[in-house]
């Protein structure tokens, strides 16, 4: 026989089921030390029982922020544009071989400035996305990013780019074309940039193929978007052996923005309309837009030499370690 | 690693007793590169008695309380005492063919190589070592790319070294690295791809995304020698394939036409 609705039910149950178990905790606490002993079993089960609730909520938590940096709706390079930037010319191709879809770019007015933008654009529409590779750069796209970043540089223009992307396109191609080179060639490239130069991490922040376009003076990030070294799918896949663990991976990588912030890997996070972006692009770009605007005059106001030994110093300081002796 | 008296785990050939370590762990017969220890590969690059181990103070924290089977102290601990190292990166300053160089080596059986914050602070240590004593910095690598469990920050690693090696790009002192197998992911991605000169070792593979992840991605069928060094340098990706028996010859060639006296001082 079907039980309808079971999972649904037992999701319920378990987030209405923690405040009685605290409140049973403490009657049993309250007990005279005598009487608690009898009890001992049943207080160290409700403890394990809310440990496990409050590791379920946690990972429920990190996932459902992976789905909503994942929404479909959600805005992305091209509709940051359409909110913010009326005259954008998009310049397309690398110069070497093509015209990578799945990285966007341009000039544009951005309030009072002129800008380069650069961003991920993984497309709305199923036919969109897989002319754009779901956002997924290949070679060319990188190196279409760096050739952009110069162009600013000659034109001492700032440049703002948008991440979102599951990583680097995974393909025979884009291996044997350079794949890992030209990443390693675009980051060089941003940390030499004598611009000034914002990164927003908008929606999913995919590993190498998301650092390749992150490297700047001021990292955002919108508040439901992630930043992670690797998918929660293929974390999962390599430790439990389950790509569906993929919620507990997502916790445990802490790859949301305000655990980013606490690591000081990056600098601001953007609060998000409530739901999420994909409910509201014209406010979420708004918001977007003017953190970025008020960054970019805080570096406008640095000698160019000086911004850039702040950008490096920046990333030559990032890292945990400990000194034995 | 073989044992005496065993065959080549690749060509079956009989090997004598000590034939594989005279031969840099190199099979006489079928050419295979066997993997390399770094204090070997140290030992096996480095002039006799120049060797001195820098940066060993740095041990890895724990800054995401990382757990998932195990957690990650627990994870460190276990390659500590299995590879008697403190870390992936084994960092020396030495000399090769007479040239004083810094010289960064990772160690696949240090948690796959992965670069976490000790290797990225190791690699960076060395590069400003390497510009301070106006020496060049050579790096062997050897990974499965990032450490994961040190989360965001070991991706930044990636950033990190590229950074570091502007520094040496400014001094214009040479920057060599050596792939050696397998070099993918994170690492290939970042200061591996940046050397003023790349060298591969015969039958490395390299590739950013595994092909475990390509074929299920995009159910393309991968050519046998994919990714290969011999694959890498006939589309361009790097300067040469060298064999780890003339290694050290070529990067002492290196190092002197490259070194300081060219035409602009």
Redesign the interface.
Known sequence: MAEPDKPSSAKKQSSDEAPSLLQRLQELRNLPAMQRATYSEEIKKIQDRLEALKARDGSKAAWNTVQIARHQERPQTLDYVAQSIPDFLELRGDRLRGDDKAVVGGLGTLGSRRIVLIGHQKGHSLQERQERSFGMARPEGYRKAVRLARLAEKFGLPVVTLVDTG??Y???D????????A???S??AF??LAVPTVTVVIGEGG??GA??LA?ADRVLMLENSV????SPE??AA???RDAAEAPR?AE????NARD?LE?G?IDQVIPEPTGGAHLDHRVTAKRVMREVQLALGELERLDPAERLRLR?AK??R???????? | MVEEGERCKKCSSPLGEGELERSMNVCPHCGYHYPLRAPVRVAQLADEGTVQIVAEELRPGDPLEFFDLKSYTERVSEAQLATRLTEAMLAALCEIGSHPVALGVLDFHFMGGSMGSVVGERFCRLAKTAVEREMPLVVVAASGGARMQEGLLSLMQMAKTVVAVQMLNEARLPYITILTHPTTGGVFASFSTVADVIIAEPGAVMSFAGARVIEQTTREKLPPGFGSSESQLAHGQVDLVVDRRQLKGVLTRLLTLLGKGGSSG
């Open positions: 990583g680097a995974p393909g025979k884009a291996e044997e074309g350079g794949q890992a080179g990443i390693a060639k980051i060089e940390a030499n590993s190498g650092l390749a490297v930043y992670s070294v690797i293929g974390c390599l430790v439990w991976a445990a990588l802490r790859l980013l690591l890997l490096r990333y030559l990032m890292g945990s370690f400990q000194v034995s002796e």
